[in-house]
Structure formats: C-alpha cells, structure tokens
C-alpha cells in the first residue's frame, strides 16, 4: 500500500503560506500517507480563475522548477503540503454503512488565501486504508465532470467545493469498461462531512474526539457559535441553515446531485463529490439522475427532504454533546421555515416579482407545475420568461411556445402580467434582474459528453472551451447560444451511474 513508499522529494513551490489546520487534529482523524502517482501524467484542463483564487500566478502550471503537474497528479508535494486520507462513516441510501473514508482522495494541506484559507484535496491518487473494495483511483470522464461541474456551480453563485486541475494517464482502470486513470485536484474551505462527526460517535464511539471535531469546526468556520449558551446547538442549527439554503440554490436551478448520502454532505453547505449529477432538461419533478437509483430516493423534488433526514443523522451523531434530544430537535426545526423562505425567495428573483404578495407561491407553483405538465425545458422556460412583456395584447410567444396547452399559459400568463404591474414592474428592468438569476448556461449533461468523448480522443480543448462558457452562465455569449440549445435526442440515453 502507498503508506510504505517512501515520501516523495520537495519542490521548490510558489509562495504559498500554509496553515494545515487539520493535520493538527492528529491521528484519531485521518491516515498520514503518499499518493500513487499517475504513470506519464499529462494535463487535462486548468481553471484559471480557481488558480487565481488560490494566489498562484499565471504560469503556476508550466513553471518548471514548480512540477506542478508532478504535483496534481501524486508524484510530488509542494514545500508545505503533508498528504493525508481522513476517515469519515455515514449513512448510504437511508442504511448505515460503516465506516467509510478518502478512499481514493488525498488533502494535501490548507493554504492562507486572500479569502481565507482553502483546502487542497486530489481525487483519484490512489489507495488508503478507507479504499474498501475499491481501486482508489477515477476515471477520466467522471474527473472531467467534477471539474467541470464544480467550477460551473461557482459561477451560477451555489456554495460549492471547487476545482483547480484535471490531470490524466495511459493508466487504464476497469469499470464497465477499461477506461483511463485522471486526478481531479478540488479546493475548499473544508472537506469536513457530515459522516466525520456520525464516524467517532458511532463507529469510533470518541466522544472526546467527537467535541475536538465539533470545536475545531466551530473555531475555523462557525466562530459565532462558540459565543451561544450552547455551541454544539448553535453549531447544528447553523449548519441547518447553510443546507437550508443550498438546497434553495439546487432547487431554485435545477441541480440534482445524485448521491445524497451522509458522507457527501458538506458541513459547510456546499455541493461537494460530484458523481452521477445532473441539470434539469425538460422539467420534472420526478426526475433522478443517478442510474443507479433504483427507489428515486434522490430524485429532484425530494432532495429537500432528504437534506433534512441527513441533518436528522448529523443531529444524533451530536447528540453526546447536547443536553438532550429536545435541543437537537429545536436546532434542526429552523429548517421548516429557512428552507420553504429560501426558496420562494428565489424563485420569486427567478420570475421578477419584487415584494411579497399574498398570491406569489400559488404564481410560482402555478408555472412549476404547467412547466411539468408540458415538460418545458427548466432553464430555457426561465431564461425565455424574462422577455415577458406587460404590454396590452403582447402574446409573449417565446415562452409561451414552450409549452403544449398554450390556452393553460395564457391563463397564468394573465395572473402574472396582473402581478408585476401591480407593483409597477417595468419590462427592461425586469428582465436585467432575470437575467442575472436565471441561467443562460448551465452544464447539461449532453454538454459534458460532448467534451469528455473529444477528451478520450485526445483533444482536450473542448472542456476547456465548456469552462469558458459555464464561467459567464448569465451573460448572453451570443456566438455561444449553442451551448443554451434544448439537448439533443440523444441525450435522454445518456446514463450517469456512481460508477466513476
Ligand atoms: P461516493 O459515494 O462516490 O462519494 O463514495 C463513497 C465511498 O466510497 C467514499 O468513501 C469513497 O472514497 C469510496 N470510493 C468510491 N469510489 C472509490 C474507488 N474507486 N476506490 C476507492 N474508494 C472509492
Ligand atoms: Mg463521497
């Protein structure tokens, strides 16, 4: 195993200052350990503006003396970096499933940004003690998809993990079929999961490790919880807050993310480990992205449910540091009310209403469900309803061409038209505003195929022409409308399973 191979050489590095707080939890919390590296690792793609955010200067990925890429794909550390696999447990499709852990990633430490430190973790390098059956490494296609998706997510403004680099290898992995081997290097505030804190109450049974979680946690991202008469309460209810409102982003744009497990939550609140994900093309509630789903259990419209069953799960795993049941209750009951406000006003910026009137979340529900009547397209509906004209006898037809039952539309589109000029809404201002909430550009799953088939050819420029794109999701790009198009035919065969 990797652990026995001997540390690789430091490099010189760019000026980085690193904190490496989480290193300091010490051993209970992760296996100290070197990466497999790729065999003959080339570059697959680069996000600049992620680079940028991290301090490095432009030429980080080329300078030779930095082997940057020896560096994103296991073979080397950077002066600083201490690689390590943390361990973590969780619930997997409702069911406990043990202990689990960075089976295939690595942090490789915490670096001092201008917005704040930032962790620094590779995915795909190889095997650590929480590989299970697995081969610790992933394949190109599902690297690209992260990447990709990670950085799209930033850009449309949801609390998302990032990504810095895809790299890739002749290094062939089986999975339905023989594939290739990549790394994909993410970036956040903290890979910390919800399954981190299940782990040493139920797995561990530490409850002293489970509070030096619990305060580490609430010193590095929570500080104002460490000032309430009961922290660990006000560290529960803040977290319920944050999936409260992530929930509102993936609702309010039409992300599903697949896999909701208790290990791929974020104690932060931000979309993390993307796998068989996936947009909204022709609206459905019912919708699941993951192939491998056979129950729905993640399907669209439950995963505001399912956030607040993880939190209930994150919540017993609190429980040894609450003064009972009732507080851990009391704590997640904000979600009731945070979570149905978050949304509605989002979709209430979704359709230009301004203010709130008694009538808005039967406006709203009304659309939703002529939009999953017809199967209109969720982000083009949108995008297209910012055109909406107010004017006496305007027949709005670019929307209004969406939908099948154009009689049902008319009938909305009269209850609307009343309400936005009841408050004086002026057509040019409205749209701006939509414009500016409502996606152009999001990453449909055909997209990304497209760029992923070229990627296995060989010719990366693709995904990185799609990053460019998916970096503006909601300025026009007029000369880039194709990638707003309706999916093609094809893309309804396209599946996305956990294998990746
Ligand atoms: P996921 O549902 O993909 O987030 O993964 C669930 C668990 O399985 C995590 O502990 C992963 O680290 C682990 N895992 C997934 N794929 C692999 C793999 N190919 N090799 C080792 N561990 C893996
Ligand atoms: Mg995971």
Redesign the pocket.
């Known amino acids: 195993m990797s652990a026995v191979l001997p540390a690789p050489p430091a490099l010189e590095s760019p000026p980085l200052a690193w904190s490496n707080r989480f290193r300091r939890l010490g051993e209970r919390f992760f296996t100290a350990l070197n990466a497999q590296p790729l065999r003959e690792p080339h570059w697959v793609a680069i996000s600049e503006p992620c680079a940028r955010a991290l301090g490095l200067p432009d030429d980080w990925w080329c300078r030779d003396a930095w082997q940057a890429l020896g560096v994103f794909s296991g073979g080397a550390l950077w002066p600083g970096m201490r690689s390590l696999a943390s361990v973590?447990s969780?619930h997997?499709f409702g069911a406990w499933a043990g202990q689990?852990?960075?089976?295939?990633?690595l942090w490789l430490g915490e670096v001092d940004t201008p917005a704040g430190p930032q962790e620094i973790q590779i995915k795909g390098s190889g095997?650590?003690p929480?590989?299970?059956?697995?081969?610790?490494?992933?394949v190109l296609r599902s690297s690209i998809r992260e990447f990709l998706c990670s950085e799209a997510m930033h850009h449309l403004g949801v609390p998302t993990t990032r990504a810095l680099c895809v790299t890739g290898s002749p290094l062939p992995v089986r999975r339905e079929e023989i594939e290739t081997a990549a790394v994909v290097t993410r970036v956040a505030p903290s890979f910390i999961r919800f399954g981190h804190f299940e782990h040493f109450t139920h797995t561990a049974d530490d409850v002293d490790a489970l509070r030096q979680l619990a305060d580490f946690v609430i010193d590095s991202h929570y500080p104002a919880c460490r000032d309430a008469p009961q922290p660990y309460a006000a560290l529960l209810e803040a977290v319920t807050r944050r999936t409260a409102d992530l929930m509102a982003h993936w609702q309010a744009v039409g992300f599903c993310h697949g896999?909701m497990?208790t290990?791929?939550l974020s104690i932060l609140g931000l979309t993390i480990?993307y796998?068989p994900y996936g947009f909204l093309d022709a609206f459905d509630p019912g919708h699941v992205c993951n192939h491998s789903d056979h129950q729905g259990r993640y399907a669209y419209a439950r995963q505001p449910n399912v956030a607040f069953w993880n939190l209930h799960a994150l919540a017993q795993a609190l429980l040894p540091l609450l003064t009972d049941g009732d507080e851990a209750l009391a704590a997640l009951e904000s979600y009731k009310s945070f979570f149905p406000q978050a949304l509605e006003s989002r979709m209430r910026s979704k359709l230009g209403l301004t203010g709130e009137h008694a009538g808005d979340r039967e406006l709203i529900d009304g659309l939703l469900q002529r939009m999953a009547q017809d199967k209109a397209d969720f982000s083009i509906t949108f995008r297209r309803l910012a055109e909406f004209s107010t004017a006496a006898g305007a027949d709005n037809h670019a929307v209004r061409d969406l939908f099948l039952d154009r009689e049902a539309f008319d009938g909305w589109a009269a209850h609307y038209r009343e309400r936005l000029l009841a408050v004086g809404s002026v057509d040019a201002a409205r749209r701006l505003a939509m414009n500016q909430v409502n996606p152009k550009f999001v990453l449909r799953n055909h997209l990304a195929e497209v760029a992923i088939r070229q990627a296995r050819g060989g010719d990366f420029s693709e995904v990185q022409r799609l990053l460019k794109v998916l970096q503006r999701p909601f300025d026009e790009q007029s000369e880039q409308s194709a990638y707003a198009d309706f999916p093609p035919d094809w893309a309804q065969h396209i599946e996305v399973s956990?294998s990746?």
């Open positions: 973590y969780g997997q689990l852990g960075d089976g295939r990633a095997l650590t929480y590989s299970r059956m697995g081969d610790g490494r992933a896999v497990n290990d791929n480990d796998g956990c990746s």
